[in-house]
T-cell receptor, first 113, second 118 residues
Framework: GEDVEQSLFLSVREGDSSVINCTYT??????LYWYKQEPGAGLQLLTY?????DMKQDQRLTVLLNKKDKHLSLRIADTQTGDSAIYFC?????????????FGTGTRLQVTL | KAGVTQTPRYLIKTRGQQVTLSCSPI?????VSWYQQTPGQGLQFLFE?????QRNKGNFPGRFSGRQFSNSRSEMNVSTLELGDSALYLC????WGPGGELFDTEAFFGQGTRLTVV
């Protein structure tokens, strides 16, 4: 289908790991992204992964990519209250200047004490 | 380096009016994309401009239009506003190589313009 799917809500305790999942649509997508949106703010790029990679680690963030299942996940280690936000996965369809980002529905992460 | 600047931040319009939103990309960035964010539809791609030319367009009616100036600043216009146009409009800028090829994959987003149609 056309939709990039994510679960709507995730609640974790501070200090635990968070795992946010995403199923994307286009196996030819070149880049896959994770964005964070805090209340009243725009989108902040957290990390991205090129489609020929399986994993990418960046400090507390780990991205796993399963191309066969078109599944992307974002793991946040030692989740903090400042991580509370909406997280969007996005895929880049097309190539060069004709490409566009298709976003998932967003997962609201709530971090509790 | 200044980020992506969108003006105004907030806007209230009545049905039937038209509105123009502005986006100034990061200096040196030549690609500007626009997105509409609503609770019901999520983030949807409107259009992308590169070197004053529209390169890609989403599935929005003709009431939604845009343009890009020689300094890469972009405007989007919505005519004959409807209640359903109430949304957060986000713009993103990217750096593109001289041949139009992707040079830097990262899209930097502005804080958005929140449009309320009453």
């Amino acid at each position: 289908g056309e939709d990039v799917e994510q679960s709507l809500f995730l609640s974790v305790r501070e200090g635990d790991s968070s795992v946010i999942n995403c199923t994307y649509t286009d196996s030819s997508s070149t880049y896959l992204y994770w964005y964070k949106q805090e209340p009243g703010a725009g989108l902040q790029l957290l990390t991205y992964i090129f489609s020929n990679m399986d994993m990418k680690q960046d400090q507390r963030l780990t991205v796993l990519l399963n191309k066969k299942d078109k599944h992307l996940s974002l793991r946040i280690a030692d989740t903090q209250t400042g991580d509370s936000a909406i997280y969007f996965c996005a895929e880049k369809k097309g190539a060069g200047t004709a490409s566009k980002l298709t976003f998932g529905t967003g997962t609201r992460l709530q971090v509790t004490l | 380096k200044a980020g992506v600047t969108q003006t105004p931040r907030y806007l209230i319009k009545t049905r039937g009016q038209q509105v123009t939103l502005s986006c100034s990309p990061i200096s040196g960035h030549r690609s500007v994309s626009w997105y509409q964010q609503t609770p019901g539809q999520g983030l949807q791609f409107l259009f992308e401009y590169f070197s004053e030319t529209q390169r890609n367009k989403g599935n929005f009616p003709g009431r939604f239009s845009g343009r890009q100036f020689s300094n890469s600043r972009s405007e989007m216009n919505v005519s004959t506003l409807e209640l359903g146009d109430s949304a957060l409009y986000l713009c993103a800028s990217s750096l593109w190589g001289p041949g139009g090829e992707l040079f830097d994959t990262e899209a930097f987003f502005g804080q958005g313009t929140r449009l309320t149609v009453v």
